[in-house]
């Protein structure tokens, strides 16, 4: 085992893509996610792996769309307004069925917004984001230990499923530096992809990599095919072989009020749980890892035992409505939220669940 | 018995639907026998793009990607980024090339990317029904330009080749025609050329081809050649614009 190192949030991504297999990197410089492509530039060429810096975002994606397609392990990663130009190339690529990693380093928006952390980009990242009937698999770690685990994982994903895998984190998580033990290296054969556009060589048949079904019965068999694997996806992340990558439950089997929240928010919801415990208050976190497909299912098994929930994000309101699909209201379902950067307080957080449980 | 003229082996059996007396098929012939005669067929990668030729991929037989609009030089440069010992090309349209992937193109020239860029212009939109593209002449009538394009408000034709020959890194540039057998040859000369050029691990290569689009000019072919060659080649200047590979001259 490696000795544990202390890393940025956003260099231990590029480090874990490394050790991944991942030897193609294509984006386009923008805040606060640039250490990512600073650490590829220098460490891909150690590797005899390529680091390409794009003339935009939409080029960016197409280049993964391109290297996608030629078998590689690739990845491009942005922020969230960088992220919104490379909707269309998502879309091609989830319809194409190809493999690659994505990171976005949520920021505060609408539009140029800011530069300050935020999971404003949640309904655009779990609902497809791009044209047409399709989802990606969404990643949220908590810590850099995770960021560097789920890189690895998100690639394993991307390979298994042929879909592109996002991982979704914040500024905070980006910047931040914190100790982790690396991962060992993984072996990558891009050999094994026999769909890869390498030049038809000795093959009988071609490669084809299309979007493109004009005819009417053939696109809905495509799109009901892309849905059924969809539901093969969300078993696996729910039930099956992906559970643990689904959700973390802490302190929720006899919690009265069950808190929800992802990323950096997850953190200070557990110094909330502690503090409410000591309180006498029951509190419990479900924190999703994995934001879509979402982990439904473990928190309708809360929905019995728990009296309230109360989801907390960094935006006015986007993962509560798939607590609330969850909950089918049974309980009722809270919010609380801060948005344009800012963080909310564990004091903050604790006056909320005061209103909730202590109305009077 | 001698055979003298065959389907080239890159081009699939799949017949053409293109319009009658479009040129498409004719240049999917000359990319195919160049790949055939350079004999790197079985390791070449075709990009296509949105417009008519999006189904260009049916008509050659070899790996194929199928881009989304304009980017087909992005989507080129990782395939080639992966696989830099095959040969990549694109093959896009006016709309595709010079409009909407103006951005891509004149980047994928500017870092000098190894690969080759087959650019068919026809002044014209065809897929969609014949609007306007960025190389359509002045007063030229189209779906979306009814009273002539007005250069005070639409602005002139935008001339890649002439363009991307001011860059420093790309290797080969040159506009050929198809409007006659003489400048048929020459057209075949310069693309083959180009994939030469990529070969030799040279460089970025872009040949334009002028070229027409009978249903959409509303001309039979043989008026449509006769009126490429009177409008648009003033225009659009034929000739060899760039050319940094130290081979011989092919125009």
Redesign the interface.
């Known amino acids: 085992m490696a000795d544990k190192i202390l890393m940025k949030g956003n260099e231990a991504i590029g480090e874990a893509a490394v050790l991944a297999g991942c030897r193609?990197y294509?984006g386009y410089p923008i805040t606060p996610q640039s250490e990512l492509p600073a650490y590829l530039s220098k460490r891909l060429p150690e590797v005899e792996g390529?680091f390409?810096q794009?003339?935009?975002e939409?080029?960016?994606i197409?280049?993964?769309?391109?290297?996608?397609?030629?078998?590689?392990r690739?990845m491009t990663s942005s922020s969230s307004p960088g992220v919104s130009l490379m909707q269309?190339?998502i879309s091609?690529i989830a319809a194409a069925e190809l493999p690659c990693v994505l990171v976005n380093v949520v920021r505060g928006g609408p539009g140029l917004g800011n530069i300050a952390p935020a999971q404003s980009d949640y309904f655009q990242s779990t609902r497809g984001g791009g044209h047409g009937d399709y989802r990606t698999i969404v990643l949220a770690p908590n810590s850099v230990q995770e960021m560097t685990n789920l890189t690895v994982k998100a690639f394993e994903a991307a390979d298994k499923f042929k879909n592109p895998v996002l991982l979704m984190v914040d500024g905070v998580l980006g910047q931040m530096m914190e100790p982790v033990q690396l991962p060992e290296p993984v072996n990558y054969d891009p050999a094994a992809k026999k769909w890869a556009?390498?030049?038809?060589?000795?093959r009988k048949e071609?490669?084809?990599?299309?979007?493109?079904w004009l005819d009417v019965e053939l696109l809905e068999e495509h799109n009901w095919h892309l849905y059924q694997k969809y539901q093969y996806i969300t078993d696996e992340f729910t039930t099956g072989s992906w559970k643990e990558y689904g959700c973390e439950l802490h302190q929720t089997e006899d919690a009265e009020i069950v808190l929800v929240g992802y990323g950096i928010i997850s953190r200070i919801l557990k110094t909330v749980v502690e503090k409410c415990r000591k309180r006498g208050i029951k509190a419990g976190l479900v924190r999703p890892i994995t934001l879509w497909p979402f982990p439904t299912p473990s928190i309708q098994k809360l929905v019995p035992s728990a009296k309230h929930f109360l989801c907390v994000e960094m935006s006015t309101g986007q993962m509560v409505e798939d607590v609330k699909l969850a909950v089918e209201g049974k309980k009722p379902v809270y919010f609380y939220g801060r948005t344009g950067g800012s963080l909310p307080s564990d004091f903050e957080i604790l006056n909320e669940i005061d209103k909730i449980v202590r109305p009077d | 018995m001698q055979k003298i003229f065959e389907r080239p082996k890159a081009l699939s059996k799949n017949p053409f639907h293109y319009c009658p007396g479009c040129d498409h098929g004719v240049i999917h012939r000359m990319v195919a026998e160049s790949l055939d005669e350079l004999e790197v067929?079985?390791?070449?990668?075709g990009?296509?793009p949105v417009g008519c030729s999006?189904?260009a991929?049916d008509y050659f037989?070899?790996?194929?990607?199928?881009?989304?609009h304009g980017?087909a030089p992005?989507?080129?440069?990782?395939?080639?980024?992966?696989?830099p010992d095959?040969?990549v090309f694109s093959y896009q349209g006016d709309g595709d090339c010079a409009a909407i992937g103006t951005?891509?193109i004149?980047?994928a020239a500017n870092?000098g990317e190894n690969i080759t860029v087959v650019f068919v212009n026809n002044a014209i939109y065809g897929m969609t029904g014949g609007q306007m593209a960025p190389t359509t002449l002045v007063g030229m009538k189209t779906a979306t330009s009814p009273y002539g394009r007005d250069a005070k408000t639409m602005g002139h034709p935008i001339k890649m080749s002439e363009m991307l020959s001011t860059l420093t890194a790309p290797a080969f540039v040159a506009r050929v025609s198809i409007h006659n057998v003489a400048n048929l040859m020459k057209a075949k000369k310069a693309i083959k050329r180009a994939f030469e050029v990529q070969k030799e691990k040279k460089g970025f290569s872009f040949v334009e081809v002028l070229a027409i689009c009978p249903t959409n000019w509303g001309k039979p072919p043989v008026e449509a050649h006769k009126w490429l060659e009177e409008n648009m080649v003033p225009v659009f200047p034929l000739g060899v614009f760039k050319d940094q590979t130290g081979g011989p001259a092919v125009l």
Do not use: Q, W
Request: hydrophobic share 45%.
């Open positions: 193609h294509f390529c390409l794009s003339e935009s939409v080029a960016a197409n280049m993964v769309f391109g290297a996608a397609s030629a078998g590689a690739v269309e190339g091609y556009l390498t030049g038809k060589g000795a071609r490669n084809l990599c299309t979007t493109i | 067929t079985n390791k070449s990668i990009v296509a999006v189904f991929y037989d070899i790996d194929f990607n199928s881009a989304p980017r992005a989507v080129a440069t990782g395939i080639k980024r992966v696989h095959s040969i951005a891509e004149v980047h870092r």
